[in-house]
Every structure is written in structure tokens, then in C-alpha cells.
T-cell receptor, first 114, second 113 residues
Framework: DAGVIQSPRHEVTEMGQEVTLRCKPISGHDYLFWYRQTMMRGLELLIYFNNNVPIDDSGMPEDRFSAKMPNASFSTLKIQPSEPRDSAVYFC????????????FGPGTRLTVL | AQTVTQSQPEMSVQEAETVTLSCTYDTSESDYYLFWYKQPPSRQMILVIRQEAYKQQNATENRFSVNFQKAAKSFSLKISDSQLGDAAMYFCACGGSQGNLIFGKGTKLSVKP
């Protein structure tokens, strides 16, 4: 089975530009999570969805960040406009139900904002 | 609210020796799960071991085992017969009824040949 798929793997952009990160969860998983990892703050949960519905977006840093999940097999995290402090590795993870709560992570997208 | 604390930013172990990574947590939930994830330089997050809080028996996965002390809210990871491939960042995490995980800051493990 394919794991969680993220694209792009690397993104370099200039300050002020719009950035869109993409995620395809594992088929059959009904939870999807977006995390941000930095040296200073570690691994932070940004937002998560259950059955395509956002459940908790309290981790989204500010209005420049938005996330959508139009269907069970696709989600996007958008930053507009991007700033240098947004540079980080962004992970998407998915899980099936609450029974085991194990999350499967994608390979991450390394974002660099110049 | 849940919190997870890893008090050891870095650890080092000699190849073939045993090392223990510490983790303490706090949660108000009665039904929760604890995890250890490994992140090698490839940055892929890999599940190492999982413990259900309602189980008293400590989880074991080959060379990896945990020491789960529920009353003390402690969840340490023991790696036996350490191998060079064990070198990585290790994250402790706690998951509650909402489905989300709270991660600690991580411990960087180095393995010396």
C-alpha cells in the first residue's frame, strides 16, 4: 500500500509569494493532520480533519495559513503571503479512526522562504 | 490539555549497548495512548512502539521496549543492543480522545561504533 504522499518535497519561494502544499492520505484513513517542524518549536500540530471536516485549527499560526480537504483523498495547506519565518518542514499525517491513534506520516515538504 | 516533556535533548550510546530515553507526560484523559516515533536524517517519521494506557504490561518490539509508569506519568524507551541505524531523533507523543497527538521536543540519539 502507498503511504502518505506529499508534494512538493522541496519548495523555495520568495517572501510574499503564495505557497501550496499538497497531501494524499492513506486510503481508508479518516483523520488527516498537518504539522510544522522547526528547530526552535519542534513538531507543532497546525490543523486536523476528520472525514474531511476541520476539527481543530487552533494551531494555525495566523490568517495567512489556510487548509482545505475537498475530499477524502486530498488536502492542501496554503500560505499567502509567505514570510521567511514560515520556513520549516511541513508534515502531513493520517490515521484510521481513534481505536489505535497511530499516525502515519508523509515524507514532509521542506519550505524555504527567501 | 496534554503536555509531553523530554528532558534529554541529546543522548549517546556505544554500539551494542543499552540506552534509555526519558519521557514524562500530563493528561486529564483516562483513555490515552503513548508513542515513540523515530526520525532519522531522512526526516521520515517512523513509529517505533505504542502503549495503550489501560494496559499494564509494557510494550515490546524486538530491541525496543518501554517502561510505562502510569502513576508517575512516565514513559521511557529502552533500546537494547544499539545499532548504528538507531541514530536518530526520537519523539515521545501522547494521544487522547480527540485523535490528535502531542509531541515532545525530541531527543537526539547518537550511536558510537
Amino acid at each position: 500500500d502507498a503511504g502518505v504522499i506529499q508534494s512538493p518535497r522541496h519548495e523555495v519561494t520568495e517572501m510574499g509569494q503564495e505557497v501550496t502544499l499538497r497531501c494524499k492520505p492513506i486510503s481508508g484513513h479518516d483523520y488527516l493532520f498537518w504539522y510544522r517542524q522547526t528547530m526552535m518549536r519542534g513538531l507543532e500540530l497546525l490543523i486536523y480533519f476528520n472525514n474531511n471536516v476541520p476539527i481543530d485549527d487552533s494551531g494555525m499560526p495566523e490568517d495567512r495559513f489556510s487548509a482545505k480537504m475537498p475530499n477524502a483523498s486530498f488536502s492542501t495547506l496554503k500560505i499567502q503571503p509567505s514570510e521567511p519565518r514560515d520556513s520549516a518542514v511541513y508534515f502531513c499525517a493520517s490515521s484510521r479512526g481513534l481505536l489505535l491513534r497511530e499516525q502515519f506520516f508523509g515524507p514532509g515538504t521542506r519550505l524555504t522562504v527567501l | 490539555a496534554q503536555t509531553v516533556t523530554q528532558s534529554q535533548p541529546e543522548m549517546s550510546v556505544q554500539e551494542a549497548e543499552t540506552v534509555t530515553l526519558s519521557c514524562t507526560y500530563d493528561t486529564s484523559e483516562s483513555d490515552y495512548y503513548l508513542f515513540w516515533y523515530k526520525q532519522p536524517p531522512s526526516r521520515q517519521m517512523i513509529l517505533v512502539i505504542r502503549q495503550e494506557a489501560y494496559k499494564q504490561q509494557n510494550a515490546t518490539e524486538n530491541r525496543f521496549s518501554v517502561n510505562f509508569q502510569k502513576a508517575a506519568k512516565s514513559f521511557s524507551l529502552k533500546i537494547s543492543d544499539s545499532q548504528l541505524g538507531d541514530a536518530a531523533m526520537y519523539f515521545c507523543a501522547c494521544g487522547g480522545s480527540q485523535g490528535n497527538l502531542i509531541f515532545g521536543k525530541g531527543t537526539k540519539l547518537s550511536v558510537k561504533p
